[in-house]
């Protein structure tokens, strides 16, 4: 008998592969980045990085490989802008990159800081250099979102996680030009009692369309006398109706292990906000921040991790 767990993602044992030390400007930290592959092969992640005022901006790094010799912008590559967005007065924080072929554009879905709290903000780009901002979608107090990368019953969709007595859930939205949302559901609720996803959940990545659904890794916060600590689940949603759930792990199946998760700015936390698929379709490798202070990659099997939602959902 083994007390062993199934290892639904492996640690690449170079994390945490960027760290603020390897920022070409000052920063405290670095962490939940999104994440893309661009035409060429090579993997972009757009990381959140923190001054010490404690606001963050948006800055690129690039890499060949996905693991190291990342190249980054010498400057900010996105920064917030109060005087046009008021939104944005204490930063822009945790973006979420989906790409959108019917307008061949990338669309980052991001948390704007406003001072009345955290709002869904959206920015549409081709290159990574030049954006369209939208500015705030959803209303504070909101966060955690991404956009499907096409529409769904003819209208845009987004998942995102607004906060409201007794608890904090997952939402679905509609809309039929990326400005105006409607036709809200609930998509998935925070469990109640013991549980290592009760009273709050939130997307971690976004949805990863498979033939048998759409696959979503969430993140659950568990409260204990020490602290929150953030941990990884999954659920699989219908193709046609993504605020329908198929399955829902019950176990979580990635959480703080290692001391770069256990302690930093904040402790016991990992939490993805982007991912990129290899040329085989299968392998996932997810970009996370660790205890808010650095970037790590986990490596997976898009199958696998489906096999063990149908055993364990």
Known sequence: MSN?????????????????????????????PGATLLPDGTTLLLCRVEDR????????????????????DSQSTLLPDPEHFP??????????????????KYGIVYT???GVGPGVALALTKDF?????????????????????????????????????????????????????????????????????????????????TPQGWLVIYHGVRQTPAGCIYRLGLALFDLQEPGRCLKRGDEWIFGPEEQYERRGDVDNVVFPCGYTL?????????YYGAADTCIALATGSIRGILNWLHEDG
């Not at 290899?278 to 997810?286: F, K, N, Q, R, V």
Request: hydrophobic share 35%.
């Open 4 to 32: 062993r767990h199934p290892e639904i993602f492996r640690r690449h044992p170079h994390n945490p592969i960027l760290t603020p030390a390897a920022w070409p400007y000052p920063a405290n930290s670095v962490f939940n």
């Open 87 to 104: 939104e944005e007065l204490w930063g822009i924080e945790d973006p979420r990159i989906t790409y959108l072929p019917e307008l061949s």
């Open 278 to 286: 290899a040329s085989d379709g299968d392998t996932i490798h997810l």
């Open 53 to 72: 005022r404690g606001h963050s901006h948006l800055c690129v790094a690039r890499s060949a490989n996905g693991v190291d010799s990342w190249q980054i």
């Open 129 to 209: 250099e030049h954006f369209e901002r939208y500015g705030m979608i959803m209303a504070p107090e909101d966060k955690d979102a991404a956009l499907f990368p096409h529409r769904i019953g003819g209208q845009w969709a987004l998942i995102h996680r607004p906060v409201s007595a007794p608890g904090a859930h997952m939402w679905m939205s509609y809309s039929p030009d990326l400005r105006h949302w409607g036709s809200h559901k609930l998509m998935l609720e925070a469990r109640r009692g013991g549980w290592w996803d009760a009273n709050k959940i939130g997307l971690s990545s976004p949805p990863i369309e």
């Open 112 to 114: 704007a800081y406003s």
